[in-house]
């Protein structure tokens, strides 16, 4: 079993991410992670945040000489706004998010954001200052996830299998389809904007140029508009073998699991498989991804069966019954518009319950669409990893792998 505990605020001292079940022996380092880290920070409309932060995970425990050890692993991630960056009163946020009690005064957010956690978190937590909330339910947060994630997908990579996230919309601008996408390149991605301080960072990771452009505009628009945009985002993992998951119990559905992981990011309100809605007006005959007989199977180069049971199509999105049928795993998900935005909505106050013309704001971003879907990659991937686990238990990396290579063997046609 794979398990996972984040903790910390967003402008507190840092992030602290402890991951359990990891087996032993798999070789991970710092670097590895910050790869992954760094490509959360970058995406048009991003928020000033981004050029203080260098996200960096520091591995504190369950990693000895490069390998895990089998023990929990925990990492932290330093906030440098806490230090750096600037609070509400233009001073850093020190004294505002003190550990101790500080006798430096502070103004309590009252203004409550539609569209955000403060005014359930406040009713629920009976709290009078916003900031108890918003800081835990920041987007922030996901830096931790990422982090966890990174070591799920070092995991996966020991089976072939990869977990890949881009955007679909930004904004109402909708990319073209593709068969498939190159990831390569779209990481590579010369669509790029110049920040005011001479860096650049990745625009949308859309694969579609001109989509892309298009999406650019949006975004400059709604800032301009003082407002912000949402959008897709899609995620495919591709050598995720038949058979994860179970049709068992609903609570053992890897698709109830996948959904309720990528559900649980920040501003996603809605998450499909495959096909996904547009199922619904589609025929059975159209729909369901006939099984291809056995000599149209690819074989490798010593003749031995690639992948067994291939299909014609993938409108499931490699997934049925609860369980991964071998084909890549599509799962997208709708992000909306972020709730914290320049002009903002009119709302209500904390202590009479009075009408405000705007909404709190502070520092944010236009949209975290492609920011989403690298925190995307991340909760598949540890849903994934858990998985895989679940199926192929093991104590150490070689023991899993001994156990996986057995069970491929055995997936074949029956008299075979």
């Given amino acids: 079993m794979l398990r996972f505990l984040t903790a910390g605020e967003s402008h507190g001292k840092n992030l602290t991410v402890i991951v359990e079940g990891i087996p032993a022996n798999l070789p991970i380092t710092e670097e590895f992670i910050e790869r992954h880290m760094a490509r959360r920070q970058v995406g048009y409309g991003r928020g000033g945040r981004m050029l203080i932060e260098k996200d960096r995970a520091e591995i504190l425990a ?17 906030n440098r706004d806490f230090t750096t960056g600037k609070g509400p009163d233009g001073v850093p946020w020190i004294d505002e998010m003190s550990v101790a009690p500080s006798d430096v005064p502070f103004e309590s957010i009252i203004n409550m954001r539609p569209g955000h956690a403060d005014t359930p978190g406040i009713v629920k937590y009976m709290q009078t200052d916003a900031r108890n909330i918003l800081e835990r339910s920041s987007a922030r947060e996901s830096a931790a996830r990422v982090a966890a994630g990174a070591l799920a997908q070092r995991f996966l990579e020991e089976f072939g299998i990869e977990v890949h996230g881009h955007v ?17 390149a779209l990481e590579a991605s010369p669509y790029h904007r110049e920040n005011t301080d001479g860096s650049k960072m990745a625009a949308v990771r859309c694969a579609d140029p001109d989509a892309a452009e298009r999406m650019i505009t949006e975004i400059d628009a709604a800032r301009e508009a003082g407002d912000s945009v949402g959008g897709i985002i899609e995620v495919v993992a591709t050598g995720a073998p038949i058979g994860l998951g179970s049709h068992i119990q609903w609570d053992r559905k890897l698709t109830s699991k996948l959904a309720a992981a990528v559900m ?12 996904g809605f547009a199922q619904s007006d589609m025929r059975g005959s159209q729909l369901h991804d006939v099984i291809k007989p056995l000599e149209e199977w690819e074989r490798g180069s010593d003749e031995r069966l690639m992948r067994p049971w291939p299909r014609r199509s993938n409108n499931s999105g490699g997934l049925e019954g609860g369980m991964t049928t071998g084909e890549p795993l599509v799962v997208r998900a709708i992000v909306k518009p972020i709730a914290t935005i320049m002009n903002g909505l009119e709302t209500v106050e904390l202590t009479t319950g009075g009408f405000v013309e705007s909404a709190h704001f502070e520092r944010s971003d236009i949209t975290f669409v492609p920011t989403c879907a690298v925190i995307g990659e991340a909760m598949v991937a540890l849903t994934l990893a858990d998985a895989m686990l679940e199926k192929f238990g093991g104590d150490h990396i ?19």
């Fill in 168 to 184: 679909l919309c930004i904004g109402g601008v909708h990319a073209k389809t593709f068969d498939s996408v190159d990831w390569e």
């Fill in 398 to 416: 070689e023991e899993t792998k001994r156990n996986w290579r057995s069970y491929m063997a055995s997936t074949g046609p029956r008299g075979l």
């Fill in 264 to 275: 649980s990011i920040n501003a996603v309100k809605g998450v499909e498989f495959g096909a």
């Fill in 62 to 78: 369950g990693v000895r000489h490069g390998v895990t050890i089998g023990s929990p692993i925990s990492m932290l991630v330093v």
